[in-house]
């Protein structure tokens, strides 16, 4: 990869990494849930599981995006938090209705389906991250 090619993709190419490894957070403690203490057959404890792994995965995420993806200086590092935080609770709902759809109402595997979800919610967030909380980064 030359170069130019690099410096102009920097960004796209750490948040990707950066969001395999959430993904692999959010999945990890997905999993553990769904595997010790919750059923996805019920929809009240799926969500749960959903919940514990979205918790898990966006404080890691801010906290790459913040220093490896976006290298914010920003000093009021709590308000910034407060904005990543506030953008990922709208992906959450949207990984939640999807989840409820593809799991509960559809019947398909939840594992299948969190691994989906995971696929569009990575791409929200960084719109999301790039337009409202990174912006001047």
């Not at 010790?36 to 918790?55: C, D, E, G, R, Y």
């Amino acid at each position: 990869m030359n170069h130019e090619i690099k410096e102009k993709y920097k960004e796209i190419i750490r948040y990707l990494i950066v969001g395999v490894l959430t993904t692999v957070v959010s999945l990890g403690v997905y999993y553990m849930c769904v595997s010790t203490f919750l059923t996805p057959k019920s929809a009240v404890q799926l969500q749960l599981a959903n919940i514990f792994s979205w918790v898990a995965a966006v404080t890691f995420a801010y906290i790459m995006s913040r220093f490896f993806v976006f290298q914010s200086k920003r000093k009021n590092w709590i308000r910034e938090a407060l904005s990543f935080y506030s953008s990922r609770v709208l992906t959450l709902f949207m990984d939640m209705s999807i989840m409820f759809v593809m799991v509960t109402l559809c019947g398909l595997n939840d594992k299948l389906a969190k691994l989906v979800v995971q696929v569009v919610v990575t791409v929200v967030n960084y719109i999301f991250s790039k337009l409202f909380v990174f912006r001047n980064y």
